[in-house]
């Protein structure tokens, strides 16, 4: 019972999603106190957008999530096999555990953030916020390094393929100009759910905290997650099992940031064909991927795929130049209706708190 309760305590005390529940029905000086807190919540969002659209990245010693990474490299060298076992246990409950204690790690130490915040007016709260939220989303990083595709590809078909290989893991070399095209197209739907619109929802469920156990996954998925051989020489490590939670973990935390992208992305579309997108989405060997990337395709009027595996939207044309340019204006809207949102909840709750 008192975990229960201990646990209720902290749900209240992290959670935007509570504190609009507790603003609900709330009277008085109670409802000024869940209004401020819930401002401070929308203008955090309005802060680490604007810091992300100013400035992008912080220094790479400051980024937790570089961080993240390193202690993830660290523990990947003890937990992943240097040969190949059919069914190798021991690896996953290995990886399960580093996982967890990892994810742990960085809730704990967010919620102590902002659980400490100290006592100010709610605008001070949301700055604070605002900047330790940022490291977590990153919307121009993504931006920027699509438009740099197209941009090596204007250069020619080599210098695509170059540049498209440092953002996806497939073998570039074969590609031509159209596939090249398609690859940074689900690369750019793909992570505007995981680099945007997940964090931001996992921030509205559980704050600080669950955007930053949300950031961990993903990158515990890029890194741990998918099987095979992974690394050179002696960093050779083979991860068909000791991944494996950590590629189910980030599959069942993007579950519905993945749709509510699409979903997103069709309103900004003015909509696509739904039973054509369920059944796009099915079809790709991630449970998630689908749906972003097949939405995108369905609005540009493209097809996109990874060759051998999968075509989304087979009927649609090879994308161009222009649709490259397209698919940036697509998302650059939903980020943008992101904004809008958190400042038109900003402007209301400022309403009811000074009515």
């Not at 700055?127 to 990083?141: N, S």
């Not at 950031?215 to 083979?238: F, K």
Request: charged share 15%; net charge positive.
């Amino acid at each position: 019972m008192i975990a229960m309760d201990v646990t209720a305590v902290l749900a209240v005390a992290l959670s935007p999603l509570a504190w609009a529940w507790q603003l609900w029905g709330a009277e008085g000086a109670s409802q000024l106190f869940w209004a401020q807190q819930l401002m401070s919540a929308a203008l955090a969002v309005l802060v680490a957008l604007l810091l992300d659209r100013l400035w992008g990245e912080p220094p790479v010693w400051l980024h937790p999530v570089v961080l993240m990474g390193k202690l993830l490299g660290a523990l990947g060298k003890w937990i992943a096999p240097r040969a190949e076992r059919t069914r190798d246990y021991g690896a996953f409950v290995l990886g399960m555990t580093a996982w967890c204690a990892l994810a742990a790690l960085f809730f704990v130490v967010y919620a102590l953030c902002q659980w400490l915040l100290p006592p100010q007016a709610w605008w001070g709260q949301g700055l604070v916020l605002g900047v330790l939220l940022k490291p977590l989303l990153a919307w121009r990083m993504l931006q920027d390094e699509v438009l740099a595709v197209e941009a090596a590809l204007q250069q020619s078909l080599p210098a695509g393929r170059e540049r498209l290989s440092w953002l996806v893991s497939r073998d570039t070399t074969q590609l031509d100009a159209g596939t090249v095209r398609e690859s940074v197209i689900e690369t750019l739907a793909e992570n505007l759910s995981d680099s945007v619109i997940a964090p931001l929802f996992w921030f509205l469920l559980a704050g600080l905290p669950g955007a930053a156990l949300y950031r961990l996954a993903n990158t515990a998925d890029a890194m741990w997650g998918y099987p095979g051989w992974r690394g050179q020489g002696a960093q050779r490590r083979h991860w068909q099992w000791a991944g494996k939670w950590a590629a189910r973990a980030d599959d069942v935390l993007n579950w519905l940031p993945a749709r509510l992208t699409a979903l997103l992305l069709a309103g900004v579309a003015r909509g696509v064909a739904w039973s054509a997108l369920r059944r796009d989405a099915a079809i790709t060997p991630s449970p998630n991927g689908g749906w972003p990337m097949g939405c995108m395709a369905l609005a540009l009027g493209v097809r996109l795929g990874k060759p051998g595996v999968y075509v989304l939207n087979p009927q649609g044309q090879v994308p161009q130049a222009a649709q490259v340019q397209q698919a940036v204006g697509l998302a650059a809207r939903v980020v943008g209706a992101c904004a809008v949102a958190a400042l038109v909840l900003l402007l209301g709750l400022g309403v009811i708190a000074h009515g």
